[in-house]
Nanobody
Framework: QVQLVESGGGSVQAGGSLRLSCVGS????????ISWYRQAPGKPREFVAV???????TYADSVKGRFTISRDNTKNTVYLQMNSLKPEDTAAYYC??????WGQGTQVTVSS
């Protein structure tokens, strides 16, 4: 069973930056694609970005050009660098493994 732990959330002003981390507990983390999702209050969870085991990335249109997903397999960690943050980026952010495991989430709040 893979355990995923997110960190790095916080409160920032619009235009600011945050870097989220997702740490996996097992070796299999390295061979799985890892995704980031987010969920704002009263809204469904939505896809943000994904990175394959080989480093291929895909982004939601709403974050393209502002967010960057990357991974460091030596640390079993996937990062989400978020720049030029907007109030509409406010949400709980979750990482998810390709095998269906979710982390507990980390809150990001962007004020205008």
């Amino acid at each position: 069973q893979v355990q995923l732990v997110e960190s790095g959330g916080g409160s920032v002003q619009a235009g600011g930056s945050l870097r989220l981390s997702c740490v996996g507990s097992t070796f299999s983390f390295r061979v799985n694609a890892i995704s980031w999702y987010r969920q704002a209050p009263g809204k469904p969870r939505e896809f943000v970005a994904v990175i394959s085991s080989g480093g291929i990335t895909t982004y939601a249109d709403s974050v393209k050009g502002r967010f960057t997903i990357s991974r460091d397999n030596t640390k079993n960690t996937v990062y989400l660098q978020m720049n030029s943050l907007k109030p509409e980026d406010t949400a709980a952010y979750y990482c998810k493994s390709a095998t269906g495991y979710w982390g507990q989430g980390t809150q990001v709040t962007v004020s205008s």
